[in-house]
């Protein structure tokens, strides 16, 4: 048998190469194995495809309101073969600079699919076995359904079936109003198609700041998009007009939908059926693997990291969160625990940044308002509306608010975003939650006039008692 490898990884998204790449830059012997493309959701199927229909989106709905401004174009036209193309150019080009990092860091990847036969071995497509003293376990998750709706990507269709279509449905039911299906119903109604949304939640966006929430179905209604919450659907058929979904309301009667086809983003399940993980010791709970606050399996050596975890004894207001920022943040942390270095630094899970990229714009980051009061925090609340920055009403967005959630006389506990540009302001709410920031401190620093960034000096201004502008 040749000498083991340092670290052998199972799956090369998010999780499992940045784990790769750092355990490549502490000097270790790594070897990742993939049975479709390194980059895995993120990049091929999720994060950045989507990103770049939304951009697409964005220009199709600043061009219809260009006359605002006094530029004068008439109604857009979309080719949809050429978005696909912009898409998929971009996806290229980000893969192949991947490749190359994995490629200049040494990394050896093996295309192929892995199990986990022994907890220090994987066996790479029942043929080759790759020891290691560390196993790193990153295989990621899939698109759910709901048991009454089989994906058939036709009628019934996935993001990942979404992201193939050949063309732009006149239609669409969108059932999860998670960040998934509020981007593709934010995107599809900007591509000019009827998008109703149905959520079992009594609102969209659950996880959201109740808030937000509501300002995001206002918006959403002045855009032409139908919300439908608090129901439970009941079954599924498709047509000969398309998709069709049953639902009972709140008030318990059957009702129906229609549309040209029906997008499910009900939620991601894990990628862990038949991959010998629970043979080994590895527990898992409903196909998650179990793992404590340092990523660790309770299977010496072998660590599980990205969409495949969960982790009940962080006993956290929010589940373990299934975004690409926390895989590469747990690949690093698992990379340095193995390469022994002394203090790695834990993941702070609640203190992780949440971006939904529609149109409106959502970010957030800590302890909504409820969560607070819930912890028993002596909670004081500040809230800055676009209507009173300069830099949104120049670009014709006034609507929708930052809200800031303080300790009275404390610390920032969460901070929570609706409107223009959210999603990239949530890095400095991000700082001064994850620093423990007083409002007073913050406030004490410029912001730029007129930028959209003042509206987070305004909040904190707000918080210390002596706001500018604003109610
Ligand atoms: C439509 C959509 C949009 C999203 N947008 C965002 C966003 O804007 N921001 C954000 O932070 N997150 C977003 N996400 C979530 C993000 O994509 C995931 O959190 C991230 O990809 C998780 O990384 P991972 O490495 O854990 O899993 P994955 O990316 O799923 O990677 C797992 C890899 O393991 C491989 N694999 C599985 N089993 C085996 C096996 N047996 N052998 C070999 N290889 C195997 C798979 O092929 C895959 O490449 C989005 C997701 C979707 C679906």
């Known amino acids: 048998m040749s000498e083991p490898l340092d670290v052998a990884i199972l799956g090369g998204g998010n999780a499992g190469y940045a784990c790769a790449l750092r355990a490549a830059q502490l000097g270790l012997s790594v070897a990742m194995v993939e049975r479709d493309k390194v980059g895995g959701t993120c990049l091929h199927r999720g994060c950045i495809p989507t990103k770049a229909l939304l951009h697409s989106a964005e220009l199709v709905d600043n061009i219809r309101r260009a006359g605002d401004f006094g530029v004068l174009v008439g109604e857009p036209a979309i080719d949809w073969g050429k978005v696909l193309g912009y898409q998929s150019a971009v996806v290229t080009k980000l893969y192949k600079g991947l490749q190359a990092v994995i490629k200049a860091r040494k990394v050896s990847t093996i295309a192929g699919s892995g199990v986990l036969v022994a907890p220090d071995t994987i066996e790479v497509d029942g043929a080759q076995a790759l020891h290691a003293r560390a196993i790193v376990l990153a295989s990621g998750s899939y698109a759910r359904s709901l048991p009454s709706i089989p994906l058939d990507g036709a009628g019934f269709i996935s993001s990942d079936h979404a992201l193939k279509l050949e063309d732009i449905p006149a239609s669409v039911i969108v059932i999860g109003a998670g960040a998934v299906g509020l981007e593709f119903a934010s995107l599809y109604r900007s591509f000019g198609a009827t998008v109703t949304i149905v959520e079992a939640l009594p609102r969209l966006a659950p996880g959201?700041?109740?808030?937000?929430?509501?300002?995001?179905?206002r918006q959403f209604r002045k855009r032409g998009i139908t919300s439908i919450t608090g129901v439970k659907v009941t079954g599924a058929t498709t047509t000969g007009a398309g998709a069709t979904v049953t639902y009972q309301s709140a008030q318990g009667e059957e009702r129906s939908l229609t549309a040209e086809r029906c997008l499910v983003a009900v939620g991601r399940g894990p990628v862990s059926d038949g991959l010998g993980y629970e043979d080994q010791g590895v527990r898992l709970e409903r196909g998650y693997v179990v793992v404590d606050d340092w990523c660790r399996t309770g299977v010496d050596g072998v660590w599980a990291i990205g969409d495949l975890i969960t982790q009940p004894s962080l006993g956290l207001p929010i589940p373990h969160l299934q975004l690409a920022h926390v895989a590469f943040a747990e690949g690093i942390h698992v990379a340095e625990q193995i390469a022994g270095q002394a203090d790695p630094a834990l993941v702070d899970y609640l203190g992780v940044p949440r971006c939904t990229y529609s149109s409106p714009e959502m970010a957030s980051v800590g302890y909504t308002e409820a969560q607070a009061r819930a912890a028993e925090f002596d909670v004081e609340v500040a809230r800055y509306p676009w209507a009173a920055s300069g830099k949104a009403s120049i670009l014709g967005e006034?609507?929708?608010?930052?809200?800031?959630?303080?300790?009275?006389?404390?610390?920032?506990?969460?901070?929570?975003?609706?409107?223009?540009?959210?999603?990239?302001?949530?890095?400095?709410?991000?700082?001064?939650?994850?620093w423990e920031a007083y409002p007073a401190e913050v406030a004490a620093l410029l912001h730029p006039h007129p930028t959209l960034s003042e509206a987070m000096g305004e909040t904190m201004l707000h918080l210390a008692g002596k706001q500018l502008h604003g109610a």
């Open 208 to 217: 959201e700041d109740e808030e937000v929430s509501t300002e995001l179905t």
């Open 398 to 434: 006034p609507a929708g608010f930052v809200k800031a959630v303080a300790e009275k006389g404390g610390r920032v506990l969460g901070v929570h975003m609706i409107g223009p540009r959210v999603t990239e302001l949530i890095a400095e709410a991000q700082l001064i939650v994850n």
